[in-house]
């Protein structure tokens, strides 16, 4: 299975900052033939269910504010929240979809300061 | 908008076997893969495993053994079940939509739709 982690596990940021989320996965997950890296990140608000934000690493899902980012290739990637707003406070999880199963990162708490 | 609804007893005991059902609604279920994905209690998510409409399965080897998926699509639902469940069963089951296929790689593809969840307690 591709082992993924995320740093830091949780982190707070003043509203209005910058907050930056890293996952790293234990082989590459760039797909040569096609130049994609088979990655997503998602959003999970208290109570609710996960959110997808990208895909492809950098692909933001239709929806999701600019505010939101991905980048990265191969087995370092980051999620950026450009400006910390109050409705960001939530769990991010990233996501392998090379190979099967399917694996996680073990989720970065966003909060506020 | 597809909608995904997860149904199914919320209280299962130890040995038994765990059921439950997704609904699709505002969508259609043919030329998706449908996926289960769990979460124990304040911990990260396990992808469980995928259905293709057609009936094609893949699952997670640490959970193979004891899991099956299933689809009706004439009702536009899939089912999950787990046999001798544990108290390490125990999570909130979810179900999504995975709706990228490429023909050249196959299906790898993230999870764009996730119904609501529910809570499945394993305890006598």
């Known amino acids: 299975d591709i082992v993924m982690t995320q740093s830091p596990d949780s982190l707070a940021v003043f509203l209005g900052e910058r907050a930056t989320i890293n996952c790293r996965s234990s082989?590459?997950?760039?797909?040569?033939?096609?130049?994609?890296?088979?990655l997503a990140w998602y959003q999970q608000k208290p109570g609710q269910s996960p959110k997808m934000l990208i895909y492809?690493?950098?692909t933001r899902e239709s929806g999701v504010p600019d505010r939101f980012s991905g980048s990265g290739s191969g087995t370092d990637f980051t999620l950026t929240i450009s400006s910390l707003q109050a409705e960001d406070v939530a769990v991010y999880y990233c996501?392998?979809?090379?190979?099967?199963?399917?694996?996680f990162g073990q989720g970065t708490k966003v909060e506020i300061k | 908008q597809v909608q995904l609804q997860e149904s199914g007893p919320g209280l299962v005991k130890p040995s038994e076997t765990l059921s439950l059902t997704c609904t699709v609604s505002?969508?259609?279920?043919?030329?998706?893969?449908w996926a289960w994905i769990r979460q124990p209690p304040g911990k990260g998510l396990e992808w469980i495993g995928y259905?293709?409409?057609?009936?094609?399965?893949n699952y997670n080897p640490s959970l193979k053994s004891r899991v099956t998926i299933s689809v009706d699509t004439s009702k536009k639902q899939f089912s999950l079940k787990v046999n001798s469940v544990t108290a390490a069963d125990t999570a909130v089951y979810y179900c999504?939509?995975?709706?990228?296929?490429?023909?050249?790689?196959?299906?790898?593809?993230?999870?764009?739709?996730w119904g609501q969840g529910t809570l499945v307690t394993v305890s006598s």
């Open positions: 999504a939509r995975e709706p990228y296929y490429d023909i050249l790689t196959g299906p790898k593809s993230w999870a764009d739709s």
């Open positions: 505002g969508g259609s279920i043919s030329g998706y893969y």
């Open positions: 259905i293709y409409y057609s009936g094609s399965t």
């Open positions: 082989q590459s997950v760039l797909y040569t033939s096609n130049n994609k890296n088979y």
């Open positions: 492809w690493a950098s």
């Open positions: 996501q392998q979809y090379y190979s099967l199963p399917r694996t």
